[in-house]
């Protein structure tokens, strides 16, 4: 199973991002996100396509339907700028599978 | 708090072996899935290897047959074995407790290189 995102994505502060992760069907499986700053872990921020972890500010949203997962980062902030990932369990082999991720640019 | 802390990383020539280290807290580790994923320079995130609490295990094909997964629930450790090691596995290895087919937490990491 191969899911896709946009290399990068640009967006100026207050406005909104929308991080997309495709696949064949992909509403049909659960998305995770996870966000990357430099040198740091990856950090889960949403989860079963549009649950939040204690901590994740609300302006992180997640939908999924369709052959696109979308990650909704509302009022952006420059602290925002990382390296995100999703993430899809492949249930046909049992492996997981990451998108190759995107970077946010905060301008 | 969970904490996950990685260890055994280091610099190794091709075709040599590494033994990682994962030492856990803050969670019942026994009844907890557990994986590794890593990250090469500049590139993305890449799953390598799950143990479930029953011992039920699964690689990547990138490295089956050369990594070996494994947990000692009495000293709340995972491990991974890195064998014929190639200068493509160089990156840095995370462990990661899973909360059912997700990734919930993930260690600092630690950095392997390997050199030709």
């Known amino acids: 199973y191969v899911v896709t995102q946009p290399p990068s994505v640009s967006v100026a502060p207050g406005k909104t991002a929308s991080i997309a992760c495709g696949g064949n069907?992909?509403?049909?499986?659960?998305v995770h996100w996870y966000q990357q700053k430099s040198g740091r872990a990856p950090l889960l921020v949403i989860y079963l396509d549009s649950d939040r972890p204690s901590g994740i500010p609300e302006r992180f949203s997640g939908s999924n339907s369709g052959n696109t997962a979308t990650l909704t980062i509302s009022s952006v902030e420059a602290g925002d700028e990382a390296d995100y990932y999703c993430?899809?369990?492949?249930?046909?082999?049992?492996?997981?599978?990451f998108g190759g991720g995107t970077k946010l640019t905060v301008l | 708090d969970v904490q996950l802390l990685e260890s055994g990383g280091g610099l190794v020539k091709s075709g040599g072996s590494l033994r990682l280290s994962c030492a856990a807290s803050?969670?019942?580790?026994?009844?907890?899935?557990l994986s590794w994923v890593r990250q090469a320079p500049g590139k993305g995130l890449e799953w390598l290897s799950s143990i479930s609490s029953g011992y039920e295990i699964f690689y990547a094909d990138s490295v089956k047959g050369r990594f070996t997964i494994s947990r000692d629930d009495s000293n709340n450790t995972l491990y991974l074995q890195l064998s014929s090691l190639r200068a493509e596995d160089t990156a840095t290895y995370y462990c990661a407790k899973r909360m059912g087919k997700y990734f919930e937490y993930w260690g600092q990491g630690t950095q392997v290189t390997v050199s030709s």
């Open positions: 993430l899809v369990w492949d249930r046909d082999s049992d492996h997981w599978v």
């Open positions: 069907n992909i509403g049909s499986r659960a």
């Open positions: 803050g969670f019942t580790f026994s009844m907890s899935g």
